[in-house]
């Protein structure tokens, strides 16, 4: 692990939350040479016999390895994930089809949410000036003073202050809860009417049950499925449904009935008994969505991760985008020189549009995963992109290949995407005008023998009554 920043001024920064942003901030303070205490509410997930909750499986890409890159976590990370070069989408009719994240050698990562939680967990205690502690909830705490209560697991209470206070809590930070009491914050969360549920596809003889390298979806237009590959073999297999959906099947022949009529394909490779007890293991789990500004209180306390800016999964850049904060704090900090009172109103001003961005981003994409794979009009697009990117590198770039593969500002990413969409349909509009027009032209100028046109279509029109006759 690199040396801690001499520059230090050993001032104290308290980050609540000890998951994935929490874990990673504390290694970016401490490498700064902070004094870093993390404050958990749950018990040490590295000594926790079962990890409670469950989660989406993460999807690892170009922002969050550089956040693990620059407190030299990324080589190991990523040799414990598994590449993932493209969706391989399942049709109904159980035809396979794969359609590339970028270019040749671009992939993204499925990597664990508990074991890269351990792995940061462990990096940060590695620095000797940080401390994390567990079994500790957050009671209250004061923005003008960032003085801290905490309760233990013993029940006793804890006072503990801090020259900066980090809140990387999640969706229903406790932090937050003190913003909300304050003049001019503004905060929205927005639950979709889609829930989850996490299936596992067991392996087969050893192996995987399918190929491993792609992120497999089932769109179904209004709901869908998808499944990553871990490194025991399985599946992680996770369903998104509305919730009334789910509501409907209430026995395990009903689950098997739904499945042979949307993800047939999938039942051999779940197992029936498997499938029957994985769906009825757990009900299905909420989705919800937060915005929020600012993300700092005066000169003491910043939110960060979820805690600022909770986003559904369907874009995979809730976590890439929790690591982005630790980079763009860490940029901030270096602009200013570690003056909190300067730092945390320009993280605010730098960090919220793009934050937003990619909220409706996640929430756009669920409609592209879920339906617009099965157009054949998307796909013509995706071509069409490919092909323009290739031709003119620097001037058309897919939307997916900027937020995904370059560490372009979210929202410069949706702005030059709308702006491409423009000049594309635009100029596709016009290529077609334009054959219109020209054929039209030539039929004008050499116009056919219509004796000669009547045979061949009257040929066509039988070969096509034939296709119908059963």
Not at 6 to 22: D, E, P, T
Not at 33 to 39: K, L, N, P, S
Not at 141 to 156: I, K, N, P
Not at 254 to 274: C, M, R
Request: a positive charge; hydrophobic letters at 40%; glycine letters at 6%.
């Amino acid at each position: 692990m690199e040396q801690m920043n001499s520059r230090s001024n050993k001032k104290k920064v308290a980050v609540v939350g000890g998951g994935l942003v929490g874990a990673l901030n504390a290694c970016f303070f401490a490498k700064r040479g902070f004094d870093v205490e993390v404050f958990e509410t749950r018990e040490d997930i590295r000594q926790a016999k079962i990890v409670k909750g469950r989660s989406i499986n993460l999807a690892l890409s170009h922002r969050g390895r550089q956040a693990l890159k620059h407190v030299g976590m990324e080589e190991k990370i990523v040799s414990q994930g598994i590449p993932m070069q493209a969706r391989m989408i399942h049709s109904q009719d159980g035809k396979q089809s794969p359609i590339p994240y970028g270019k040749k050698g671009q992939y993204i990562l499925s990597v664990d949410r508990a074991n890269l939680n351990k792995q940061l967990l462990t990096a940060a205690e590695t620095y000797p000036n940080t401390k994390l502690n567990f079994d500790y909830k957050l009671q209250d705490w004061s923005a003008e003073t960032g003085q801290m209560t905490f309760v233990r697991s013993d029940g006793l209470e804890e006072q503990i202050k801090a020259d900066l206070i980090v809140g990387c809590d999640g969706a229903f930070s406790a932090i937050r809860k003190q913003f909300l009491r304050r003049s001019r914050f503004n905060y929205s969360q927005t639950y979709i009417p889609h829930g989850y549920m996490e299936l596992t596809m067991p392996p087969i003889n050893g192996e995987f049950a399918m190929k491993p390298n792609y992120l497999h979806i089932w769109p179904r237009n209004t709901f869908m499925m998808i499944a990553l590959p871990n490194l025991d073999k399985t599946f992680t297999c996770t369903l998104f449904m509305p919730f009334e959906e789910f509501e409907k099947i209430t026995t395990g022949n009903e689950v098997i009935e739904f499945f042979q009529k949307y993800f047939s394909d999938a039942i051999p490779l779940i197992g029936v008994d498997t499938l029957k007890r994985d769906y009825f293991r757990l009900p299905a789990q909420a989705m919800v969505s937060v915005k929020c500004t600012p993300y700092h209180i005066g000169d003491k306390c910043v939110l960060m991760g979820d805690a600022a800016h909770a986003v559904v999964p369907f874009y995979g850049q809730g976590m890439n985008a929790g690591f982005e904060d630790c980079i763009v704090f860490e940029e901030v900090m270096e602009q200013f020189n570690e003056d909190f009172s300067a730092v945390l109103p320009e993280y605010t001003r730098v960090r919220v549009p793009d934050d937003h961005a990619v909220a409706d981003l996640a929430m756009y994409n669920y409609v592209e995963m879920r339906a617009h794979v099965n157009s054949r009009w998307f796909l013509f697009r995706k071509r069409v992109d490919n092909l323009l990117h290739f031709l003119m590198p620097r001037t058309i770039i897919p939307l997916y290949t900027m937020v995904t593969f370059t560490r372009t500002r979210y929202h410069e990413c949706v702005e030059r995407w709308q702006w491409q969409n423009k000049v594309i349909n635009y100029g596709l509009l016009v290529s077609a005008t334009g054959l219109v027009l020209g054929g039209s032209y030539l039929l004008i100028k050499n116009p056919p023998d219509i004796n000669k046109l009547i045979i061949p279509a009257e040929k066509m029109w039988n070969r096509l009554m034939a296709l119908r006759t059963p």
